[in-house]
């Protein structure tokens, strides 16, 4: 099972930026995002969808629909510049995307 | 608060082995499955194992099946990695991570926290 995140996504400073995850079927599956900024281990940011663990702004965000889910970040700021994973579980094995570098400009 | 700290890494020679080790504190350990992922340098993540939180199950990629074993002690809150027949590709930081509780599927839920991670270099 593969999933299928863009290399890059840029984004204005406090515009919102979307992060995708393609899979098949995905909307089945339940889909977890992670936070990696360089030289620091990942950070959750989302799961199931579309929880937010304490300590994770408001302005994150998921949804997953189809063969697609998606990572919102809204008013985009300097901080959240990072790598960002998506992450599932197929036949009791994890996969995660190939992950997106946001850049905010 | 959760703490996971990693250690063992290092400069190792093809068809070495290595062992990984993972403290665990601040959680009670015994009732969490627990997960290893390693990054290659540059990039993205990999996953190569998970264990149950009594040990008795254990999931791999097939890509390690054979090579990497993947084990615990919860009398010393410690994950451990084993690693046979080192191979250059296997370069990379090793991080653990904490899953699913003990309550839930093992081999389901998310990475909820990480540790800063162990480097693995593999050459000769």
């Known amino acids: 099972y593969e999933l299928t995140q863009p290399l890059s996504v840029s984004v204005a400073l406090g515009q919102t930026a979307r992060i995708t995850c393609g899979g098949i079927n995905i909307e089945s599956k339940n889909v977890y995002w992670y936070r990696q900024k360089p030289g620091q281990a990942p950070v959750l940011v989302i799961y199931r969808e579309s929880n937010r663990p304490s300590g994770i702004p408001e302005r994150f965000s998921g949804s997953n629909w189809g063969n697609s889910a998606t990572l919102t970040i809204s008013r985009a700021q300097a901080g959240d510049e990072a790598d960002y994973y998506c992450?599932?579980?197929?036949?009791?094995?994890?996969?995660f995307g190939g992950g997106t570098k946001l850049t905010v400009l | 608060q959760v703490q996971l700290v990693a250690s063992g890494g290092g400069v190792v020679q093809p068809g070495r082995s290595l062992r990984l080790s993972c403290a665990a504190s601040g959680f009670t350990f015994s009732t969490y499955a627990m997960h290893w992922v390693r990054q290659a340098p540059g990039k993205g993540l990999d996953w190569m194992a998970v264990?149950?939180?009594?040990?008795?199950?254990?999931y791999y990629p097939d890509s390690v099946k054979g090579r990497f074993t993947i084990s615990r002690d919860n009398s010393k809150n410690t994950l451990y990695l084993q690693i046979n027949s080192l191979r250059v590709e296997d370069t990379a930081v090793y991080y653990c991570?904490?899953?699913?509780?003990?309550?839930?599927?093992?081999?389901?839920?998310?990475?909820?926290?990480w540790g800063q991670g162990t480097l693995v270099a593999v050459s000769s």
């Open positions: 992450q599932v579980w197929h036949s009791s094995t994890v996969v």
């Open positions: 264990i149950s939180y009594d040990g008795r199950n254990y």
């Open positions: 991570a904490r899953g699913a509780p003990s309550s839930d599927y093992f081999a389901s839920a998310h990475l909820d926290f």
